[in-house]
């Protein structure tokens, strides 16, 4: 199981939700499973929480279950995971954009300018084959 770690500079709206009936997980499963985060608060194991993501596209919302939460010196670590195959590739495809935004935002800092194309474009190239697969 492989969880990708959500760029801090674009912020997550977690919120809990009545607990849902996600399907049983096979443990031994591969790929990509779901995100960590830090969050200001903590989160109880096995919660069900929605989540959004305005910054990079107001209608996404998905809804995933806690699988842990790790006090750190800057908030909590949570992993949060998406067990059916819709919200999953949902979240992959959104972390992926995630992760390209973060990457440009980096580069602004250093002092290149690079339009969302361009930076997709580079980080395509160094990053993508590393990005866990999807496979559930």
């Not at 830090?38 to 279950?65: H, K, M, Q, Y």
């Not at 980096?106 to 969302?116: D, E, S």
């Amino acid at each position: 199981m492989e969880f990708v770690l959500h760029p801090k500079d674009l912020p997550l709206d977690i919120t809990l939700i009545e607990d849902q009936p996600f399907p049983p997980i096979n443990e031994e499963r591969a790929g990509f499973v779901g995100i960590t985060y830090v969050a200001l608060r903590p989160f109880d194991n096995g919660r069900s929480v929605r989540i959004t993501l305005e910054e990079i596209d107001p209608n996404f919302c998905v809804s995933g279950r806690v699988v842990w939460c790790n006090k750190e010196k800057d908030g909590y670590r949570i992993a949060i995971e998406f067990p059916t195959n819709e919200e999953c590739y949902c979240v992959r495809m959104i972390e992926q954009l995630s992760q390209i935004e973060h990457y440009r935002r980096q580069a602004k800092i250093q002092g290149r300018r690079l339009n969302y194309n361009e930076a997709a474009a580079e980080w395509i190239q160094k990053f993508a084959a590393s990005f866990p697969a999807f496979s559930i």
